[in-house]
Structure formats: structure tokens, C-alpha cells
């Protein structure tokens, strides 16, 4: 049975890194200049960077680290969703274990 419910789970992670890697979050930067795209595996797919930020260091160095994070936060979330997904299908009904993955 746990067996089982392994090999399941498994899979179901496999499943989800693959359809994870086809799968992307946007993220612009407060002055809109920067655009970062990741997929669902948190890796940075594309950088888009407006030459105009470049003439200001420090608003360019600031803006890339908020872009990054928040393009890595939106994927990290929408990950974990998903991992919550395959979990609550690949789990048997156990009584008393309900809303465990909520």
C-alpha cells in the first residue's frame, strides 16, 4: 500500500517538474523596465532590460533585485499550488487527515 502511494507521489512530482517547466510567471519591475520571466521550476527563463534604466546604477541594481524576487516568489507560490494538487490526488483517504494539504 505505501508502496504504492510512493511510487505515486513520485510520479506525480515528475509530472509536475515537467509541466512546471512549460509553464511561466511574469514580473516587471516598479519603473516597468525590467521584465523577468520564470517558469514554474523557480529558473529565470528571460531578462528584458530597457536601456534607459541603465544611465541610473543604483535604480537599475534595485529594480533587478525586486524584479528577481518577485518573479521567483510568483513561481515558488504557483509551485506549491501545484504540488498541493498532486499531493491531495495521489493520497488515499485517511480519516481524520482532512484539510491536512489546505
Known amino acids: 500500500m505505501f508502496g504504492d502511494i510512493k511510487n505515486k507521489l513520485n510520479q506525480g ?21 525590467i521584465e523577468i520571466i520564470a517558469n514554474g521550476n523557480r529558473q529565470i ?19 533587478l533585485i525586486i524584479c528577481l524576487n518577485n518573479a521567483l516568489e510568483k513561481a515558488d507560490i504557483m509551485h506549491q499550488e501545484e504540488l498541493k494538487t498532486v499531493m491531495k490526488s495521489n493520497m488515499p483517504n485517511i480519516p ?3 484539510g491536512l494539504l489546505d
Open 13 to 33: 512530482k515528475e509530472d509536475l517538474a515537467k509541466r512546471m517547466a512549460d509553464t511561466y510567471v511574469r514580473s516587471l519591475s516598479p519603473s516597468k523596465q
Open 96 to 98: 481524520g487527515l482532512d
Open 45 to 63: 527563463m528571460d531578462i528584458k532590460i530597457h536601456e534607459e534604466i541603465y544611465e541610473d546604477k543604483e535604480q537599475f541594481e534595485d529594480e
